[in-house]
Every structure is written in structure tokens, then in C-alpha cells.
């Protein structure tokens, strides 16, 4: 009998969102035009060339069609942490999150980069152009491990549990969901086209008990009062 386990393995959720070609265009419109209405002319964080907006994604209300993208992540990144963690109850959990657009002409890519601080990090991909350029706006992600390779140099070649580098090809409408630890970069766009994605971080946070909070405010109310009337005056004897 054997059983082959999977230790220390990094979960990567590929979904496809199904409304894309209906949302698209929308999409697409929402974005040129959030960047023309950006007086800061973006945000340099792993971004080279380009334009990356400021990260209060969930804050651009009056865009509906970004609006919906962020529910549909909202809704990808608990699917992904169902997947890895079935008895997480996420209805006692709130979701702490960011996120930007990246608008990324012809040359423009990222630099390997993580985003520490939150547990789950993603992509949406609203437009992908078409290239017959070898791995142009791929995004290649980075073996956490430490030189898995090097103790294994023969088998990296043939095995991708040894491998130090995995690399996918997006398509317009793809969503990834990866851990926010897992290092990965994007390879240079080399078409005429923008490539056009929306990057986000989440996390959770225990909800606060309200009863909890109404002692906590009752508790400093009654300490401020005795604070205002001031110590009693020592009398002293007769």
C-alpha cells in the first residue's frame, strides 16, 4: 500500500468568470477612464511602466461594472479559503481587503514581488492581448521553499513538485487566487495592446461582539465621569 502527500504544498485557485464577455466592455471603459480622471497619474509600487491606480478599489462605488468585479472576488477568495479550509466559518469573520488596476502598455511588467500582511492575493484579468510572443504578460510564480532546486538539480527538470518556478498564461476573464507569501513577477508585455488587470489582497478579522463594544463604551463613560468630578477633598478630623 502506498500514499503519495502533498506537504507544504501552495494552493492556486484558476477560476473563469462566466460573465465576462457581457461585463467586459464596461469593464474595459471604467478603467481608461478611471485613469484619465487620476490627477496623481498613478502609484509605482512592483510596477514598471504603466499605471497602477491607487488601492481603494472598494471605495470607486459609482463605477458599477468595477463594483461587480470586486463582489466577484469577494465571493472567489472565500470559495478558495472553503476549498483549503472546509470548517473555516467565514460568516464570523470580516474581510479586510484592497485593491487596484494596472494598466500595462507595450514593455511595461512587474518586478518579483508578495504582499505581506494579508492571507489571500489575486488577479482579474480584463484584457489580455493576444500574442504569439513567447511568454509576453505571463505571470511566472516563485518556489517559496528555499533551493529546492539546487538539493535536486536532475529531478527539477522532470518534476514539478521540484521545480523552482511555475508560469501561467492569463486570459481575459481569468481570476487567480494565491497566498499572499508566494513571490511572483509578470513577464513584459510585448504586443501593441494594453494588458489590463485588477490585483487584490484580503484577510479576515474577527467580528466584533456588539455587546462587547457596549461595555468597553460604557466602562470608559463611567471612568471619564469620575475623572471630570476630580478626587475627593480629604476632610480630615475635628
Known amino acids: 500500500?502506498?500514499?503519495?502527500?502533498?506537504?507544504?504544498?501552495?494552493?492556486i485557485l484558476?477560476?473563469?468568470d462566466n460573465h465576462y464577455d457581457k461585463r467586459s466592455e464596461a469593464l474595459i471603459e471604467e478603467c481608461y477612464q478611471w485613469r484619465e480622471e487620476d490627477k496623481d497619474k498613478g502609484i509605482h509600487r512592483s510596477n514598471q511602466g504603466g499605471w497602477h491606480s491607487h488601492t481603494r478599489i472598494f471605495q470607486e462605488n459609482s463605477r458599477p461594472a468595477i463594483s461587480i468585479m470586486n463582489k466577484t472576488m469577494i465571493q472567489s477568495?472565500?470559495?478558495?479559503?472553503?476549498l483549503v479550509a472546509p470548517e473555516f466559518d467565514i460568516s464570523k469573520m470580516d474581510m479586510k481587503g484592497e485593491g487596484w488596476v494596472n494598466i500595462n502598455p507595450q514593455h511595461s511588467f512587474n518586478v518579483p514581488h508578495d504582499h505581506p500582511?494579508?492571507?489571500w492575493s489575486?488577479?482579474?484579468?480584463?484584457?489580455?492581448?493576444?500574442?504569439?510572443?513567447?511568454?509576453?504578460?505571463?505571470?511566472?510564480?516563485?518556489?517559496?521553499?528555499?533551493?529546492?532546486?539546487?538539493?535536486?538539480?536532475e529531478l527539477s527538470k522532470q518534476s514539478e513538485y521540484?521545480?523552482?518556478?511555475?508560469?501561467?498564461?492569463?486570459?481575459?476573464?481569468l481570476i487567480l487566487i494565491f497566498p499572499s507569501y508566494l513571490r511572483h513577477w509578470v513577464?513584459?508585455?510585448?504586443?501593441?495592446?494594453?494588458?489590463?488587470?485588477?490585483?487584490?489582497n484580503f484577510k479576515y478579522a474577527p467580528k466584533q461582539d456588539p455587546n462587547a463594544l457596549l461595555s468597553e463604551?460604557?466602562?470608559?463613560?463611567?471612568?471619564?465621569k469620575t475623572n471630570q468630578k476630580g478626587p475627593k477633598p480629604n476632610k480630615g478630623k475635628k
Open 122 to 153: 489575486g488577479v482579474y484579468y480584463i484584457k489580455v492581448p493576444t500574442s504569439e510572443v513567447e511568454r509576453s504578460g505571463y505571470i511566472e510564480f516563485l518556489d517559496p521553499r528555499t533551493s529546492v532546486s539546487a538539493f535536486s538539480p
Open 1 to 11: 500500500m502506498s500514499q503519495l502527500s502533498h506537504f507544504f504544498s501552495t494552493p
Open 77 to 82: 477568495f472565500n470559495q478558495a479559503t472553503n
Open 217 to 224: 463604551a460604557h466602562r470608559q463613560a463611567v471612568a471619564q
Open 117 to 119: 500582511g494579508y492571507t
Open 14 to 16: 484558476a477560476l473563469t
Open 162 to 173: 521540484f521545480s523552482p518556478k511555475r508560469t501561467l498564461k492569463p486570459y481575459s476573464g
Open 187 to 200: 513577464y513584459p508585455n510585448q504586443e501593441d495592446g494594453d494588458r489590463i488587470t485588477a490585483a487584490f
